[in-house]
């Protein structure tokens, strides 16, 4: 894939993230966390799944936006919620160990000229594992 339409991708998710993230905020604030998380989890295994058959630059762009419209409700509701449970004192470490998983996915999820589809497939399948994992407890 070029440069450029990789550059696209990438802007196109923030943008959706930065216009969308304070409308659907408002809109999940009051869902039920566990519920959400999960759906959030569902969301981001498929759309992983798909990213990773896509057969063209447009199929993989949906798959970016509709991730990007899934992680903006999600930290938006994971930073309140790891705050809420570690309670004041512990609320800053809570935060930092909630983002670590974030700050790794973002070298493993970006599109890249080479290999993206082997990647997307790989985080299908992880989401898959921790859906399932979710859904046990």
Known sequence: MPIPQVGL???AFAFTVAAA????TIA???????????????VSAVRNAIAALAPNYPSLA???????LAL???WSMASSTAAGIAG???AGRALQQSSQGSRSRVFA???SRRSWQARRAALAAAGAVFLATALTI
């Open 9 to 11: 991708l990438v802007t």
């Open 21 to 24: 993230g304070p409308f659907l």
């Open 28 to 42: 999940f604030a009051r869902a039920n966390r566990r519920m959400l998380f999960t759906g959030i989890l569902v």
């Open 62 to 68: 949906v798959g970016r936006i509709v991730s990007a």
């Open 72 to 74: 903006t409700v999600f």
């Open 88 to 90: 004041p004192e512990r």
């Open 109 to 111: 999820g970006s599109p």
